[in-house]
């Protein structure tokens, strides 16, 4: 199986190991992340740091410039400092060598997981950043995760306040 090949075996994740990761992680690192507010990982960016995340923007097009209040870098290696997460925002086939360059950076950055982006799944990266110690999620977002663990969406996607399923207290 090359690097790139889909797989179609579901991916199944224990709620309270993403919990525990999502309650771990501080600073993420976000590869793809686009500078365009209608994209998804604008979108997506913005909420994880409305949450408190400091979400560093890895888009080599547009390296050293600003997305979101935070400097974008070309490369991983070029982050100053630590952050414990890679969020993947790019194809399958790109997860590969940027799963490999997170596990050359693991102890260097302090990187512990490796997050691929709905839609996005490279079961060979994710065996080899296992086997170098690191968590991996794959064909998830944490934003989607954050909101549903953490009880913050309703039926229409959103924390409208209005639709619950805990059982109404007593009416005045």
Do not use: H
């Not at 525990?20 to 501080?26: A, T, Y």
């Not at 507010?37 to 390296?63: C, D, E, H, M, T």
């Not at 993947?88 to 490999?100: K, L, Q, V």
């Not at 982006?117 to 110690?133: I, T, Y």
């Amino acid at each position: 199986m090359t690097d790139a090949t889909p797989v179609s075996t579901p991916l199944a994740y224990d709620d309270a190991d993403l919990r525990g990761i999502l309650k771990s992680v501080r600073t993420i690192a976000m590869v793809g992340l686009s500078p365009k507010w209608v994209r998804p990982s604008n979108f997506a960016a913005k909420y994880l740091q409305g949450k408190g995340y400091r979400v560093i923007p890895v888009n080599p097009g547009v390296a050293g410039k600003e997305i979101l209040g935070e400097t974008v870098y070309a490369s991983l290696k070029e982050i100053p400092g630590r952050f414990e997460m890679v969020d993947i925002f790019r194809s399958s086939e790109a997860a590969g060598p940027i799963t490999d360059a997170a596990i050359a950076l693991k102890e260097e950055k302090g990187i512990q997981v490796i997050w691929m982006q709905l839609g996005v799944r490279n079961d060979d990266a994710a065996a080899r950043a296992e086997a170098a110690g690191l968590t991996v999620v794959m064909d998830r977002c944490p934003k989607i995760e954050y909101g549903r663990l953490f009880g913050e969406l309703g039926w229409g996607g959103v924390n409208s306040g209005i639709i619950s399923s805990k059982r109404p207290g007593p009416r005045p």
